[in-house]
């Protein structure tokens, strides 16, 4: 009989778990303590002078005080942002191709745990439901939301990238981009010809907004509060489940064995015996599943959805996954925990250090701006290896 | 079946034989174009009479007929018929002036993606440059950096006299192309799937900062937008002299504000000419040559020799400084801009107008943007009306027993822009990706490339020709 848990399969999860531990660790670290040296540099600054009016402290302290939130902030959103990257990163690996749809993807995930969700709730499910029952409740929304958005990814690939697999690159991009805006309008007929409207909200249930402190630490008269929502929990919790599947999956099952050779050679692949369309529509299923996944939890983190939700996060996680190095798991969590932490981190203190010149909003052209940065100086990304560009 | 079938084609090749002998296609042409005249004439609105002086144009590019005969029945109905009828019913120059506008993007974008294969997803940054450039200098808010959005004096002067609009299409065209080099220098060594990626986001960036530059300083008065935007002066004589010749055909006086609205067109006309002529010229001289070459393929273009950034760099700036004139004459045309009109859908509307048309192709993408905007603003919305009128009537569909009343409002096709342009791209991509009209050189290369197949004994792959075929950009 052969053993379940040998070495390698143990190997598997343990190397994406001290993946993680690490690149939380050095990201929070390293963004702290730039952070806080840039509010040392504008002690006595005008910066510092309207914190102390507003917050009644200077600005050191106020960032010291904000980080822990902004941390678990940066987290949870970086781990969003890396299950969908890894979306883009198994369809790139296999295919060399961005998937331009898979921000639909996620969003038909989103749609459909929310509709079930708000089915539960109308049918009474929901109401009254105890923590364990709510838990039970969101694992069943996440896996329809997982199914839907996989078979859609399936569909998407089999109408209209299959036709096009030996076309230049640019056309099934092309098409790719035609499929996003089909598939947002699509949404957005049938929920307007069902409910009447496009946008959801998540009904709320369970403990998920309740915060539970992790710490209290005093600090020069004010508290450092350290706490965290329990739908954080379950975003980085389901996030890490994923990831660490994935790697599994991908690195020491057969299945996994047959994507990485379709990745390398699909003609030397199909020699070996393997089904390469399965193959292919297989990384779809996946990649559109963890989108679905991905999707289900954002509108839990986000609670309001709509058609085109998937835009923005969309284009973050392929600008993380681009960060990490594209084709690359390891490399989309990277890439997703640094650009979730850098966002938080502008979202927070870029207006307060600019004195409320640059607000928030910034924090959208943050990605973008990485992302021609990273293309330009290191396109394969901080864990990708330099490839020779296929015609 | 297949006998009939071929019968059937060879009484229409017939067809088109005899229609084109002779005097036939003079006759034909005129009086079909008599026939779409009139129509729209006596009935202005009728949706039927438009689409036959529309396709009028396209039966007169393909029937065999003079160079110079041609050349005047297009100036015939470009500058005569198209602002005569115009000017009867309002709505059809706004549908013309904006196939216009979108036709001059569309060649624009036509110079990047069809002749030198680099897709830019944020096309309508550029347009968007030159639209802020003269609604920043042709409005107030030069005065008003200071103000808070939305407390401005209405009586604040304008900054610059309405005059200096002709030098700002000029302005416009350079800071366009300004734009375009300093955001190609970086991005054009880059494969162009990524290319697209961040033009995308150039695109965004540009939007998000037209939303938030409010703040330091007021430069784009944020999601408000700018307004009033000056308009250029037209003389009150020319405007007399022209309604005294005028209103006998169009039946009214014409007031300033559709004189401004055909002055709008001819100029959009006048953009549209420049672009043809440069691209015409260009299309054989060594820089069209190498973008082809570029096109093609990337490597074999640099071993032969082409310089390649600084030729992706005159495609991005020259297909940029056509959005920017667009964006002057759009600005002052509207006399509003705000960051809503720069949207990513706008750029993915005038990619697919190009798709559509046939990459590369210049009547192709004309008519292509033609199609695009009469589905827009004539078949969506029709049905958008038709639909309304349904949930006003108590009519029901027979057998699932559905009122009318009860559909939704938000069923609003005129609203489901998003899928026309998805739908457009994709079914392009798979079905017909050398578009409706295909460029010339892509025919030729079509041609050659069967003849090859017919010859060659050890049959090629299907894949290997569709990919020939698709060499789309």
Same mark, same amino acid.
Do not use: M
């Given at each position: 009989m052969r053993r379940v848990f040998n070495s390698q399969t143990i190997r598997e999860i343990l190397r994406p778990l001290g993946q993680i531990v690490v690149f939380v660790t050095a990201s929070g670290v390293v963004l702290s303590l730039l952070i806080l040296l840039l509010a040392l540099l504008l002690r006595g600054s005008a910066a510092d002078q309207a914190t102390i009016e507003r917050n009644g402290m200077d600005i050191f302290t106020y960032t010291l005080v904000n980080l822990p939130q902004v941390l678990i902030d940066g987290v949870t959103i970086g781990f969003v942002y890396a299950a969908i990257a890894l979306g883009y990163t198994m369809v790139y690996g296999v295919l060399?191709?961005?998937?331009?749809a898979h921000s639909e993807i996620f969003a038909i995930g989103a749609f459909v745990g929310v509709e079930a969700l708000i089915f539960l709730e109308s049918a009474g499910m929901?109401?009254?439901?105890s923590n364990l029952s709510a838990y039970l409740w969101l694992i069943l929304a996440i896996l329809l939301g997982m199914i839907a958005a996989g078979s859609v990814a399936i569909l998407v690939e089999m109408s209209a990238y299959r036709p096009l697999r030996?076309?230049?690159?640019l056309v099934p991009l092309i098409s790719a981009i035609g499929v996003s805006f089909f598939l947002q309008d699509a949404i957005r007929l049938i929920e307007s010809l069902t409910t009447g409207q496009f946008h959801r909200i998540i009904p709320t249930f369970g403990n998920f907004d309740e915060r539970f402190s992790l710490a209290s630490i005093p600090y020069l008269g004010t508290n450092i509060n350290l706490d965290i929502q329990v739908k954080s929990v379950w975003v980085i919790f389901a996030a890490i489940l994923m990831l660490v599947g994935l790697n599994y999956l991908v690195n020491a099952t057969k299945l996994g064995k047959a994507i990485r050779s379709v990745a390398q050679d699909q003609a030397t692949a199909s020699l070996m015996g393997i089904n390469v369309n399965r193959i292919i529509s297989l990384t779809f299923l996946i990649g559109g599943a963890l989108g679905g996944a991905a999707g289900v939890l954002y509108a839990l983190k986000f609670t309001r959805i709509d058609p085109f939700v998937g835009f923005f996060p969309g284009i973050k996680a392929f600008t993380a996954a681009v960060l990490g190095g594209i084709g690359n798991i390891t490399g989309a969590l990277l890439g997703g925990i640094v650009l979730g932490m850098l966002e938080t981190f502008a979202g927070s203190y870029l207006n307060v250090f600019t004195v409320g010149a640059f607000?928030?909003?910034?924090k959208d052209i943050l990605a973008f701006g990485i992302l021609i940065l990273v293309l330009i100086f290191?396109?394969?990304?901080?864990l990708g290896e330099q490839v020779g560009q296929k015609a | 079946m297949g006998g009939s079938r071929e019968r059937i084609s060879a009484w229409f090749a017939q067809g088109i034989g005899w229609a084109n002998r002779g005097w036939h296609p003079y006759a034909i042409a005129i009086a079909y174009l008599a026939l779409g005249t009139a129509m729209v004439y006596t009935s202005p609105r009728s949706l039927v009479g438009f689409l036959v002086f529309a396709s009028s144009a396209l039966l007169i590019y393909y029937i065999r007929l003079d160079k110079s005969a041609k050349l005047g029945l297009g100036i015939l109905i470009a500058l005569v018929l198209v602002p005569i009828l115009g000017v009867r019913n309002i709505f059809y120059l706004e549908t013309i002036f904006q196939i216009s506008v979108f036709a001059a993007l569309a060649l624009g974008l036509n110079i990047v993606v069809?002749?030198?294969?680099l897709l830019d997803l944020g096309y309508v940054a550029f347009y968007a440059v030159g639209a802020y450039l003269w609604a920043i200098f042709g409005s107030q808010q030069l005065y008003l950096l200071e103000a808070i959005p939305?407390?401005?004096?209405?009586d604040t002067p304008f900054?610059?006299?309405?005059?200096a609009f002709y030098l700002f299409i000029f302005l416009g065209v350079g800071l366009a192309a300004l734009t375009g080099i300093l955001l190609g220098?970086?991005?054009?060594?880059?494969?162009g799937d990524y290319l697209a990626i961040v033009t995308l986001g150039f695109g965004e960036v540009i939007r998000v900062l037209a939303n938030n530059l409010?703040?330091?300083?007021?430069?784009?008065?944020? $999601?408000?937008?700018? *307004?009033p935007i000056q308009r250029p002066p037209l003389p009150q004589p020319l405007l007399d002299g022209l309604n005294a010749v005028l209103k006998p055909v169009v039946g009214h006086n014409i007031s300033q504000g559709e004189f401004y609205n055909l002055f709008f067109y001819l100029a959009a006309l006048a953009v549209i000419l420049v672009v043809i002529l440069v691209v015409h010229r260009l299309d054989d001289s060594n820089i069209g040559r190498a973008w082809t070459a570029i096109r093609e393929d990337e490597t074999a273009a640099i071993a032969m020799g082409v310089p390649l950034v600084r030729m992706k760099l005159a495609a991005f700036a020259a297909g940029a400084s056509f959005a920017g004139a667009m964006g002057v004459l759009f600005a002052a045309s509207r006399t509003f801009v705000s $960051?809503?009109?720069? *949207?990513f859908m706008q750029s993915i509307g005038v990619l697919s107008m190009v798709i559509l048309g046939g990459l590369g192709s210049i009547p192709g993408v004309i008519v292509g943007a033609a199609v695009v905007v009469i589905l827009n603003l004539q078949v969506l919305q029709g049905l958008s009306l038709y639909l309304s009128e349904l949930r006003q009537s108590d009519a029901v569909i027979p057998?699932?027993?559905?009122?009318?009343?009860?559909?939704?409002?938000?069923?609003?096709?005129?609203?489901?822009q998003r899928m026309l342009f998805g739908l457009i791209l994709i079914l392009m991509m798979i079905?017909?990706?050398?578009?409706?009209i295909p460029a010339e050189r892509r025919k030729r290369e079509l041609r050659s490339e069967n003849n090859v197949n017919l010859d060659d004994?050890?049959?090629?792959?299907p894949s290997s020709h569709a990919e020939e075929a698709h060499n789309a950009g």
């Open positions: 060399e191709f961005i998937n331009f929901l109401s009254g439901a030996h076309a230049p690159r607000g928030a909003e910034y290191r396109p394969s990304g901080l | 069809g002749f030198a294969g939305g407390t401005a004096n209405p900054f610059l006299p309405a005059g220098l970086p991005v054009l060594r880059l494969r409010d703040k330091p300083i007021n430069l784009t008065n944020g $999601p408000q937008g700018i *307004s $960051p809503e009109s720069f *949207s057998i699932i027993n559905f009122a009318w009343k009860n559909l939704s409002t938000q069923l609003d096709p005129a609203k489901y079905y017909r990706p050398a578009g409706l004994d050890n049959q090629a792959s």
